[in-house]
């Protein structure tokens, strides 16, 4: 199993950058194919980013292409998701989730496909 723990949010002007992290405990989150998904207040889940075991695939919603960038450390156990030029369309409640997979080339975008998920981290775009 995996435990996430989701940091980095907060509270962003228009424009600006934002990096949250997924901390994971446990098995390393190479072990698994990862994705974000925002959840705004009223509004379902939704997919933004996922990467495929090891970090060699990667996609996006068409949404957020160019501004959104998912990656890892695994030395640090960690993934992130690099956000860039922030609208406040993007705030949300961001949750890191976790998919156990033997496929090395899959990336996963239905949250139902995801096993283990983390609390979240809030972002708030306001000026």
């Known amino acids: 199993q995996v435990q996430l723990a989701e940091s980095g949010g907060g509270l962003v002007q228009p424009g600006g950058p934002l990096r949250p992290s997924c901390a994971a405990s446990?098995?390393?989150?190479?072990?698994?194919?990862m994705g974000w998904f925002p959840q705004a207040s009223g509004r379902e889940r939704a997919f933004v980013a996922a990467?495929?075991?090891?970090?060699?695939?990667?996609y996006y919603a068409d949404s957020v292409k160019g501004r959104f960038i998912i990656s890892r450390d695994n030395a640090k156990n960690t993934v992130y998701l690099q956000i860039a030029s922030l609208k406040p369309e993007d705030s949300a409640v961001y949750y890191c989730?976790?998919?156990?997979?033997?496929?090395?080339?899959?990336?996963?975008?239905?949250?139902?496909?995801?096993?283990?998920w983390g609390q979240g981290t809030q972002v708030t775009v306001s000026s």
């Open positions: 989730a976790a998919h156990e997979t033997p496929y090395y080339g899959n990336y996963y975008y239905r949250s139902t496909d995801y096993d283990y």
């Open positions: 446990g098995r390393p989150p190479s072990s698994y194919a």
């Open positions: 990467m495929s075991l090891y970090g060699s695939n990667k």
